[in-house]
């Protein structure tokens, strides 16, 4: 990518330094707006925007998190926001996605991952922690994986995958990116997006993050009886 615009809002200034200071590994030129409350945030848009990337720090005091990403994509309705808080409740993960966010960072993440997850959600991926969104036994929660039919249905349609998709579909479970499978498993990106097109179709699933969480269980299950 050789152009970005992004806007960093998080009323700490160190943590939109830190956020900026990882920018220049997405693109060669980036250009960055910085926000420290909801109102800064729409002033921004307004007076600076598009942006290509919005990174949203969850718990900016005053601030009704899910009215701002409402009124985040009132105004930009394609761009991808990606969270980033203290915060590593599960329902403050799924209450991101369900209000439209497309990637959650807990601040504690190493700074390879938090580039990764940047570079995911540009790409147009969900990336999130599905370790906070396991329940105590190991398995996704419930919001993520419907119901024991679905589940089911799962399994029943990874028998039917051919053994490259497998493959594929394990890493999926291990939040692996696109490139990070194609590297693995000596791909092309290009033949790992095909392979996703048609493991999604076989699973009657298009949301990465349940395709995921679904890799997630059934690899457990598959190494279980290994």
Known sequence: MRSLKVLVADDHWVARASIISLL?????????????????????????????????DLNMPQTDPWETIFQI????????????????????????????????????AEPEAIVRSM???????????????????????????????????????????????????????????????ADNLGLSINTVRVHIQSIATKLNERNRTKIAALALRIGRRVAQAA
């Open 119 to 181: 570079k995911r959600v540009l790409a147009g991926e969900v990336t999130l922690p599905l370790r906070i969104l396991q329940t105590e036994s190991g398995e996704p929660h419930a919001s993520v994986i419907s119901d024991d039919r679905s589940f089911a249905l799962a399994c029943a349609a990874y028998e039917k995958l051919t053994p490259r998709q497998k493959e594929i579909f394990i890493q999926l479970g291990e939040e692996a990116s696109n490139q990070e499978i």
């Open 73 to 108: 994509r009132s105004r930009m309705d394609s761009v991808p926001i990606m969270i980033m808080s203290v915060s590593e409740r599960r329902e403050d993960v799924l209450g991101c996605l369900e209000h439209g966010a497309v990637g959650y960072v807990p601040k504690t």
């Open 24 to 56: 220049p590994q997405l693109a060669e030129a980036v250009t960055t707006a910085e926000a420290v409350s909801a109102e800064t945030i729409i002033e921004k848009i307004e007076t600076e925007g598009p942006f290509d990337l919005v990174i949203l």
